[in-house]
């Protein structure tokens, strides 16, 4: 996997792209592109990988002003990657938080995606009851948003020191924020709360997998079901005994699910264009049957007129 970071301070991997389907990776909150080294080592043969590092996250730049970090600012760091590798009508796959960046970006820039698969949704997480309970908290938290003020960059933490990780898995939450600093972490938690798309997601035209764990404590199953209700055609899967941590433990499972979504989006391509073959064809044969009836006639006006 090639490694860059954007002139912005954008972190990202990409693999040697060729010609088929690319997948464009967004990880969670407190998280960073690490979470999907399973999938890149088990996919690159077979698509061309993007992983990336939010703002605040991994080896991405921290902002200074506590302001930049909104969810209009994390998708146009996801912009800032595909546009500098001139992407377009690849799959976005996105986890937790990561799915209000990718809902922002695909609400600006739509026209770029072929599919999008959501993992662990909500797309209106400032309408909960905990978003009530927590904006009022987090407010009394800025003293300490003030802290390290965009001062060093994270790294990569290794998940394979925690497996099967529960939802509320204490090590391997000191592990992530402690990679993110607790400013970071924060100021992206009160980005979450404040985010609403829910009034868009009867607009979107593309292909959409909403996948959700049954056990899911953090954004429990209903708002999954809510949110792949509210988008035309989506196609909603349960994952029977998992939890919110699906990215980490559910690597096979979710690698099957992936490459189904993208064989689905492939089939859909053949129909369309074996359609339009087809239609082309009858109009072809219909304009020659009307042009072979015609044919006689025209020539005996001719006649006729000589």
Not at 95 to 113: C, E, I, M, P, Y
Not at 262 to 276: E, G, H, N
């Amino acid at each position: 996997m090639e490694k860059r970071i954007l002139n912005n301070g954008i972190y990202y991997r990409k693999s040697q792209f060729a010609a088929r389907p690319t997948l464009v990776f967004v990880h969670g909150i407190t998280g960073s592109s690490s979470a999907w080294l399973p999938y890149e080592r088990g996919l690159k043969k077979e698509f061309n990988i993007l992983a990336m590092d939010l703002r605040g996250h991994g080896l991405s730049f921290r902002p200074k002003q506590a302001n930049q970090y909104s969810i209009s600012n994390f998708s146009r760091d996801v912009y800032s990657v595909v546009n500098n590798e001139k992407l377009s009508g690849f799959i976005l796959i996105s986890h937790s938080f990561g799915n209000f960046v990718a809902l922002d970006f695909l609400r600006k820039h739509q026209k770029l995606l072929r599919g999008m698969i959501l993992i662990s949704a909500d797309a209106a997480p400032a309408k909960t009851k905990l978003a009530r309970i927590l904006r009022p908290l987090l407010s009394l938290t800025e003293p300490l948003q003030g802290l390290d003020k965009g001062s060093t960059k994270g790294g990569h933490v290794n998940y394979k020191k925690f497996p099967h990780s529960g939802d509320w898995n204490i090590p391997r939450c000191i592990a992530d924020i402690k990679n993110t600093g607790l400013r970071s972490f924060l100021l992206s938690l009160s980005a979450a709360y404040r985010f609403d798309l829910e009034s868009f997601l009867p607009k979107i035209r593309i292909p959409v997998l909403v996948i959700h764990g049954k056990k899911d404590t953090i954004l429990p199953l209903e708002y999954g079901l809510k949110t792949s209700a509210a988008i035309p055609g989506a196609k909603f899967v349960v994952f029977g005994g998992s939890n919110h941590i699906i990215v980490l433990n559910e690597v096979p499972r979710l690698s099957r699910e992936i490459r189904r979504f993208v064989r689905s989006l492939r089939d859909q391509a053949t129909i369309a264009k074996s359609s339009y073959i087809r239609f082309a064809a009858a109009g072809i044969l219909s304009f020659s049957g009307i042009f072979s009836v015609w044919t006689p006639i025209i020539r005996k006006g001719f006649i006729c007129s000589e």
